[in-house]
């Protein structure tokens, strides 16, 4: 490989990582288990309160 290649190489992956981090994220936010289980049940205490 020579070293015009192995430059525009390193640059282009710099420039996609870039990209990647800008863009906008597929995954949702982790929620911790216990965190999902305090929302549940806050959750059927409103509907049960209605």
């Known amino acids: 490989m ?3 290649k192995k430059g525009n190489q390193i ?3 710099r420039a ?3 990209n990647a981090k ?3 994220k ?3 936010k982790y929620i911790s288990k216990a965190d999902r289980e305090t ?3 806050e959750d059927t205490n409103v509907v049960s309160g209605e």
């Open 11 to 13: 640059l282009k992956a």
């Open 2 to 4: 020579n070293r015009r």
């Open 39 to 41: 929302l549940a049940t």
């Open 16 to 18: 996609k990582k870039a």
């Open 22 to 24: 800008l863009s906008s």
């Open 26 to 28: 597929s995954k949702p």
